[in-house]
């Protein structure tokens, strides 16, 4: 009796994830350059099969925002960033365009981040970004979902899109690595709810007015319709914690810089989309 | 004016598990199951609070993840749980209690919330700290609004 209620329960659950996803057929371009929005998930994965960029479970309407530079929100903040890049700033009398020749000169990054450096430490672009500021301008930090931050990364990002994503998971990256993947699973909040329990067990379903994606990260920083701004991917994290009521870890944290990794590694093989528009 | 205060205090208890006379979080007895016998306050539910208390995001929020046809004038229905439709004649008053409480003593790691219990969870949010989600009565009315959806 109990087995058969059990059963019936679960029928509501067998989810059919594919056939939910509304723009599964639809075809990014981006100023009319083709870019993949799915691929064959990385072998670590083991619970999915195919990967999917946000973008696909976004409205056509969100989805269009994305494909021409000159809709695309984010490209203010993009051409703020060009600014910020040329001018000086700090003790030392430099910029950014002081030591890199151009922003182009960073293609590619973006594809491999975060990753361990030579000192053993995972490191991600917003701390790179400062490190030039404190170290090398003598400039202030800038905050890590700040503006000017969040322009900058976008920026840097643009860089390297339609670049596959290639996180390293293995040799130094793995302790981090392992502990993010440990952060995905666990279940946090009043809500009681995993990263996974969202984003891998119910992506292509509906959760109230929201459609539910895998939870890549290769667009970000991500234009939020919702505010306005460009959002930064720990910042997303947060927002996502804060939902199901856990106190979330702090942006630049050594638990979001792991999960980071972890969420990249979930995106190895498809492409660098920043900056990307969601709602 | 002194009754109208006397009401709103009794009002403000309502939502609050430490009501006397109802079962706190930490004694309720499950079945074998995951069933729960006892109503947790020996007061009838409220079948038109319940409903409000389904939808409501900030309460049950049981839209969220659920279907649910008598409620069609509402826009967003989820698709993370099974419709709810008919859910009274798949399953018994107890049965129902159970999985309102705590889902996870039938649904073996389920991802629908407990709405009844107030410990053992990881890095809750400071202020639903030692806070269940519904309160005793407001599990009893969203029962009883459950138990009318009959096909």
Redo the contacts between chains.
Sequence with gaps: M?LT??L??M???VAVPFA?IAGEDSQLTINEEPLITSAAAPAHMENVDTIFSGWVFRTDETQALQMDDFDNPAFVFIDQAIDSFNAVDGSSGKACVSCHESPEVFKGLRASMPRVNGSGELETIPELVNNCRTERMGAEKWKWSGGKMAGMIGLIGLQSRGMAVDVAIDGPASGMWEKGKELYY????????SCS??HE??YG?????DH?SQGQINGFPTYRLKNAKLNTIHGRFKGC??NI???PFKEGSDEFKALELYVASRSNGLMIETPSVRN | MKLFATTALAAALLGSPSLAGSIAPSDVQFGE?GEIQASLTGVAGDAANGRKLFMN?KKG?C???HVNSEMSEQ?????????LDGVAD??GTEELRGILVNSKM??EGT?M??FYKDAG??????K?IG?T?LGPQEVEDVLAYLSTLKE
């Design positions: 109990k209620k059990i019936f329960a029928a509501g659950l939910a666990q279940r946090v909040g009043q809500l009681d709810m329990n969202c067990d119910n379903n509906m959760i109230r007015a539910l914690m804060k009521r856990a106190t | 199951n995001r929020n839209l969220a993840c826009t967003f229905h989820g698709e993370v749980g099974p419709e798949r399953w039938m649904f991802i919330p407990a969870y990881n890095r809750t949010l400071k639903f806070k989600i």
